[in-house]
């Protein structure tokens, strides 16, 4: 009876190790799916086009044409093209994006900053603000292409297209 006892005992001691703290090896490391240029062109880009051609007006033959959106609808596209700019500036971070641990996450966390104002602008349907965070975002996209896509260019090599649209 009694070797019974202990030997469940140490079952349950056993069981318990196992629910406790685990070490950290097992935590998942997210890395980016592809290259810099993918994430720029098929992610980032698109969202931000989306942005700068829901605010402010453009001068046409026929005169000025405001851009905002003019539905719920419409503004509910610039809330989510917004927030893609948003969550991209957390994505740029990701092993594999990120350049460096330096300036590269500040432009990072600026665009994420930038993105998250122009979600706000559009949720509340304010083309003035969505405006104002559209030249933040594209503050942001220039000044990080200042640095890593000149920088790169020497060190690396760039693809010809990079330079060629610059
Ligand atoms: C944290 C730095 C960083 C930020 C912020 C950033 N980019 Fe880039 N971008 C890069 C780098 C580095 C490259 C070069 C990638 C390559 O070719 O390897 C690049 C390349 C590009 C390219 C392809 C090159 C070209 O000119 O055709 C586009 C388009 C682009 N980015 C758009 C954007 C837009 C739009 C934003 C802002 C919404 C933005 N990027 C913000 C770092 C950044």
């Not at 469940?8 to 703290?21: M, N, T």
């Not at 700019?85 to 594999?96: C, D, H, I, R, S």
């Not at 975002?137 to 260019?153: D, F, L, P, Q, S």
Request: hydrophobic share 45%; aromatic share 8%.
């Amino acid at each position: 009876m009694n070797w019974l006892k202990a030997r469940y005992g140490i079952l349950v001691c056993l069981l318990l190790a196992a629910c406790g703290p685990q070490p950290e090896q097992s935590a998942i490391q997210p890395a980016a799916t592809g290259s810099a240029y993918q994430m720029m062109t098929e992610y980032l880009e698109p969202a931000a086009d989306k942005i700068w051609d829901s605010a402010g007006a453009i001068i046409t033959i026929e005169g000025e044409e405001d851009l905002q959106p003019t539905t719920d609808e419409g503004w509910a596209a610039v809330v989510h093209a917004a927030t893609v700019v948003a969550e991209g500036g957390n994505l740029l971070m990701l092993k594999g994006y990120a350049a460096d641990q330096g300036d590269w996450i500040e432009y990072a966390q600026g665009l994420t900053k930038a993105g998250l104002k122009a979600r706000q602008a559009a949720l509340d349907q304010d083309d003035e603000a969505l405006f104002n965070a559209g030249g933040e975002i594209y503050n942001v996209c220039r000044a990080c292409h200042n640095k890593y896509i000149v920088e790169a260019g020497v060190e690396a090599g760039v693809e010809a297209g990079v330079e060629a649209n610059e």
